[in-house]
C-alpha cells in the first residue's frame, strides 16, 4: 500500500460525525506521521430564566 493510499484510508476510516483535526507530518517533501485529534462539543443546559440585565449595582428601582 503506498502513503497516498494509506492516507486516504485513515481519512476515509474516521467517525461519520468527525469533529477534531487530522495533522499530516512531513520529512523531505513524503508524508511519515498522521496525528488524528477527537474533539468532544458538550451541551451546556440550557438556563429556564434569563439574566437580568443589571445586576443591581446600579440599580436605583431596589433602593428606597
Request: no cysteine; charged share 20%; proline share 6%.
Amino acid at each position: 500500500m503506498t502513503t497516498m493510499e494509506t492516507l486516504q484510508q485513515i481519512v476515509d476510516n474516521l467517525p461519520a460525525n468527525f469533529y477534531g483535526t487530522v495533522t499530516i507530518g512531513f520529512q523531505n517533501s513524503i508524508p511519515g506521521t498522521v496525528e488524528v485529534k477527537q474533539s468532544y462539543r458538550l451541551e451546556t443546559p440550557k438556563s429556564q430564566t434569563s439574566r437580568p440585565a443589571s445586576r443591581g449595582a446600579a440599580n436605583d428601582t431596589t433602593r428606597k
